[in-house]
């Protein structure tokens, strides 16, 4: 059995090591989560569906990826990311993390 236990949290900038672009993360899933043929269809890089696998907002686009876990690495650059939804969920950007805003419910 595998351990599912994330390496990279919400709120945390990371860098897409294949395609070379940066983004936050704004969602975990212990696995891969989608639905039909997607991963097929759409991955090109056939990652392990048993990895934790991560929603980021891609840094300057309006454009949103499912990313495995292995194909993700920190990114230490300390700066932001320009993304127009960004502030849906976050309130700031403090020490190269974003800090999430309040859930309503």
Do not use: I
């Not at 127009?84 to 976050?90: K, L």
């Amino acid at each position: 059995m595998r351990d599912n236990r994330a390496k990279y949290c919400v709120g945390q900038v990371v860098h897409h090591r294949l395609f070379d672009y940066r983004g936050v993360v704004v969602d975990v899933d212990p696995e891969f989560l989608g639905e039909g043929p997607w991963l097929d269809e759409m991955v090109r890089t056939r990652p392990r569906k048993d990895q934790p696998w991560y929603r980021v907002l891609v840094d300057e686009a309006d454009a949103e990826s499912y990313v495995a876990e292995g194909n993700l690495e920190p990114d230490d650059s300390g700066e932001p990311v320009d993304h127009p939804g960004v502030a849906a969920y976050f309130k700031e950007f403090r020490g190269g993390v974003y800090t999430r805003r309040e859930a309503l419910n």
